[in-house]
């Protein structure tokens, strides 16, 4: 929390997904948090989200750089999704460039694997933009590697819980019937803000990621990142929290 006065009410300065974990942001003083919502209204907040995926992001490192718009869903179940609006489409063997959507927005994700196996990863991703469900869009339907526990955009026509392999299933100790109760794993894992007022330095804000996020990483066999004495993320057992 930022500094002020505690008899007054805390702000928020910005917001996260309501099923998503990690760093949040609040200012005593709501001069403080105006100054806050506009560093991230500008993109001046660097952000670092971890995400465990079905299957491997190929390449493992990169950028998906995709529009993404809000489609309404047809099927038993009406519902609305966001989804992707690629600037190129296939056609009879040939790539063309499609008619752009007045309504969709640009939407660009940073994105490295920090750890995998065969089945499942341990994804660290930098949302360039800050569009509606845009990592979770880009992992499934850009990298065809949704989110463990993304039961909203693991299938497209259906709302019904993640599919997930036998393997990964066994891994986690569950049935099929209880993937259902499987949470969201994306966790907001660090905030870098820029000097602000007073403050001459930025602020480097890292969450430890949720007890159950700890033991999926142990249960599917990926290691959780460590950082050196530069900063850097890398890669090394689990250990119990």
């Known amino acids: 929390m930022l500094h002020g006065h505690k008899a007054e009410p805390l ?12 760093v949040m942001v609040l200012a005593w003083e709501r001069e403080v948090a105006r100054q806050v919502q506009e560093l991230f209204r500008t993109r001046q907040v660097a952000k670092k989200y971890w995400a465990i995926t079905v299957r491997v992001p190929v390449p493992p490192a990169g950028v998906v750089d995709i529009p993404i718009i809000e489609k309404e869903v047809q099927g038993q ?53 800050g569009i509606k469900h845009q990592l979770r869009v880009h992992l499934s339907f850009g990298l065809d590697c949704p989110i463990l526990g993304d039961h909203k955009y693991s299938n497209w026509t259906q709302l019904a819980p993640q599919k997930l392999s036998l393997g990964t299933l066994k891994k986690l100790g569950l049935h099929q019937a209880k993937a259902r109760h499987i949470p969201l794993h994306l966790h907001a894992h660090q905030l870098i803000l820029p000097a602000l007022g007073s403050r001459k330095e930025e602020l480097d804000l890292v969450c430890k990621p949720p007890r159950y996020f700890v033991c999926s ?8 990142p460590s950082q050196d004495q530069n900063g850097d993320d890398k890669a090394g057992p689990v250990r119990a929290q």
């Open 217 to 224: 990483l142990r249960r599917l066999d990926l290691e959780m």
């Open 77 to 129: 179940q009406q519902h609305y999704k966001m989804a992707l609006s690629p600037g190129y489409r296939m056609e009879d063997g040939k790539i063309v460039r499609a008619r752009s959507n007045r309504n969709a927005h640009m939407a660009v994700t940073q994105y490295r694997v920090l750890s995998s196996t065969l089945s499942s990863a341990l994804v660290e991703l930098q949302p360039i933009t």
């Open 11 to 22: 702000h928020l300065c910005h917001r996260l997904d309501k099923e998503t974990t990690g």
